[in-house]
Every structure is written in C-alpha cells, then in structure tokens.
Nanobody, 125 residues
Framework: QVQLVESGGGSVQPGGSLRLSCAAS??????MGWFRQVKEKEREGVAT????????SYGDSVKGRFTISHDSAKNTMILQMDSLKPEDTAIYYC????????????????????WGQGTQVTVSS
C-alpha cells in the first residue's frame, strides 16, 4: 500500500523560502509530483519528477523559483521553494503514480492515483 506523508509547510514573508518533503512508502518509483490548490480554484500542477532518471518539469508560475528533487536513499521527494510570492499561498499536495508522456511526467492531477494529506503554505507580510 502506497503512503505519502508531506511535511514542511508553514508561513513565510514574501521573498522567503520553504522546503516541503514527501516521504513515500510502498512506492517503488515513477512519476511523482507536487500540486497545489486554493479554495474555489482548480488544482494546479506545480512540479513533477520521473524518479528513475530525475527528469523534471515545472509549471510556468514557479519556473526559476521552485526546485523539485528526489532522494532515492530515503524515497523522499523535496520541493525547495524560493522567492515566494503571496500568490503561492495554497495547500500543497504530493502525488505519485502519474503518467509519463513524451519523457515528462504529467502535470494533470487526474493522472495520479496516490495522494498525500496536504500541507498549508502561506505567504504573507
């Protein structure tokens, strides 16, 4: 049984940094990703990683500010978030088991079948 446990959310001022972790158990590898959602808005694919090769992709709104990585020894996915903006405020979810399409993991959350419980990130002055 796959279990994903997020940690690392919190509150930070604009321009600050946060680091999210997603510890995976029962998952041997493949597409993993971070998604975020704000109430009354559609879920957004933030970043994905194909863990066997560490192939990454990013949503346009976070390119150059966020970095996704995977520690294979700990089976943990990391999202390093820098230069945070108020519009990054959301609940962040990690997911696993998504589709690989043309060498990149899908940023469509509907293609993922395992989800964590979510962690709140708030960016505010």
């Amino acid at each position: 049984q796959v279990q994903l446990v997020e940690s690392g959310g919190g509150s930070v001022q604009p321009g600050g940094s946060l680091r999210l972790s997603c510890a995976a158990s029962g998952y041997s590898g493949g597409c993993m990703g971070w998604f975020r959602q704000v109430k009354e808005k559609e879920r957004e694919g933030v970043a994905t990683i194909w863990t066997p090769k560490n192939w990454t992709s990013y949503g346009d709104s976070v390119k150059g500010r966020f970095t996704i990585s995977h520690d294979s020894a700990k089976n943990t996915m990391i999202l390093q978030m820098d230069s945070l903006k108020p519009e990054d405020t959301a609940i962040y979810y990690c997911a696993a088991g998504g589709w690989l399409v043309a060498g990149l993991c899908s940023k469509d959350g509907d293609s993922y079948n395992h989800w964590g419980q979510g962690t709140q990130v708030t960016v505010s002055s």
